[in-house]
């Protein structure tokens, strides 16, 4: 009976041992870091990953996640410095640095550091121009890490980095630059173009000087436009007027105009009308003496009448 006592008594013990065990032994993820209280106060010793043993009943533990976070700013409509109306978005990646400070000088360090950064965001909108937040965005992340990091070191939280996700644009401002875009694309085809033809007359002038050196070459190449066109097996084959012909002539009239200037304004009489053989030449008399003349009066031979007299 003795003994009966005696084990019961010691399986009462261990049990009690096991229940108290239970309750002191705690376990820690490696991702984790774990804070105590005891009696509602906070123990500077921050536990590390693996068991931990607590007091019973005295000591309670949080569990804080030292992982780096993702958090998503909700998109914040603002005016940048040259009064564009946009929406803009970002993320934040942040990490608990001192897990005391975490769990003891706010309340809730997620939704501390969402407001934070909303506010930030508006705040940076409003300081930058369109032109940074869509081509030069790096100062302007690292600026927007730098006004949430701010509070966020009294928190025990480390901004790891801030990134713009996306900026959005009313539709008439997307048109505009759209037509911007557009122009500038046409001034540089038309800039390239011009330069083309710049180099293309230059080439030109070069190749028309030694073909004026030598005129067998313009020959050539004319004999070789002809062969290229019949190669295409049209009916119809197009020969250009030579150029030398019609410098020819304009030179020959060039030269008869001078040869009469020379002469004078009397080289026009000297040249005489041809006139037919066995026609005889008639001279008409003035019109005053065709109008006094009466209509009864026989014909003069020397106006050219044919009458006998």
């Given at each position: 009976?003795?003994?009966?006592?005696?084990?019961?008594?010691m399986?009462?013990?261990?049990?009690?041992?096991?229940?108290?065990?239970?309750?002191s032994?705690?376990?820690?993820?490696?991702f984790?870091?774990?804070?105590?209280?005891?009696?509602g106060?906070?123990?500077?010793?921050?536990?590390q990953?693996?068991l931990?043993?607590?007091?019973?009943?005295?000591?309670?533990?949080?569990?804080?996640?030292v992982?780096i976070v993702?958090?998503?700013?909700?998109?914040?409509?603002?005016i940048?410095?040259?009064?564009?109306?946009?929406?803009?978005?970002a993320?934040?990646?942040?990490r608990?640095?001192?897990?005391?400070?975490?769990?003891?000088?706010?309340?809730?360090?997620?939704?501390?550091?969402?407001?934070v950064?909303?506010?930030?965001?508006?705040?940076?909108?409003?300081?930058s121009?369109?032109?940074?937040?869509?081509?030069?965005?790096?100062?302007?992340?690292?600026?927007?890490e730098?006004?949430?990091?701010?509070?966020?070191?009294?928190?025990?939280?480390?901004?790891?980095?801030?990134e713009?996700?996306?900026?959005?644009?009313?539709?008439?401002?997307?048109?505009?630059?759209?037509?911007?875009?557009?122009?500038?694309?046409e001034?540089?085809?038309?800039?390239?173009?011009?330069?083309?033809?710049?180099?293309?007359?230059?080439?030109?002038?070069?190749a028309?000087?030694?073909?004026?050196?030598?005129?067998?070459?313009?020959?050539?190449?004319?004999?070789?436009t002809v062969?290229?066109v019949?190669?295409e097996?049209?009916?119809?084959?197009v020969?250009?007027?030579?150029?030398?012909?019609?410098?020819?002539?304009?030179?020959a009239?060039?030269?008869?105009?001078r040869?009469?200037?020379?002469?004078g304004?009397?080289a026009?009489?000297?040249?005489?009308e041809?006139?037919?053989?066995?026609?005889?030449?008639?001279?008409?008399?003035?019109?005053?003496?065709v109008?006094?003349?009466?209509?009864?009066?026989p014909?003069?031979?020397r106006a050219g009448?044919?009458g006998?007299?």
């Open positions: 009976m003795v003994v009966d006592v005696v084990i019961g008594v399986v009462a013990v261990l049990m009690v041992a096991a229940v108290v065990g239970g309750l032994l705690r376990v820690v993820q490696q984790q870091r774990g804070v105590v209280f005891r009696f106060r906070v123990r500077e010793e921050v536990r990953p693996g931990v043993a607590l007091v019973p009943v005295a000591d309670r533990l949080r569990r804080v996640n992982q993702t958090l998503p700013i909700p998109a914040q409509e603002g940048t410095r040259d009064n564009v109306t946009v929406r803009v978005d993320v934040v990646y942040f608990v640095l001192d897990p005391v400070k975490a769990i003891v000088n706010v309340q809730d360090y997620n939704f501390a550091i969402s407001q950064a909303q506010t930030s965001l508006r705040s940076i909108i409003g300081k121009e369109l032109d940074d937040l869509l081509a030069n965005r790096e100062p302007i992340n690292q600026g927007l730098l006004m949430i990091d701010s509070p966020a070191l009294s928190w025990g939280i480390e901004i790891d980095r801030v713009i996700k996306d900026v959005a644009l009313p539709e008439a401002m997307k048109r505009s630059m759209s037509r911007q875009a557009e122009a500038e694309r001034r540089r085809a038309r800039i390239i173009t011009a330069d083309g033809e710049y180099q293309a007359s230059a080439r030109l002038s070069e028309a000087a030694v073909m004026s050196a030598t005129p067998a070459a313009l020959q050539l190449r004319l004999l070789q062969v290229e019949a190669a097996k049209n009916s119809t084959l020969l250009p007027f030579p150029v030398e012909l019609l410098r020819f002539l304009d030179s009239a060039e030269t008869h105009r040869g009469l200037e020379e002469q304004g009397g026009a009489d000297a040249v005489e041809p006139t037919l053989p066995g026609m005889e030449q008639l001279e008409l008399p003035p019109l005053e003496e109008l006094e003349r009466s209509p009864l009066d014909p003069d031979r009448g044919g006998t007299g």
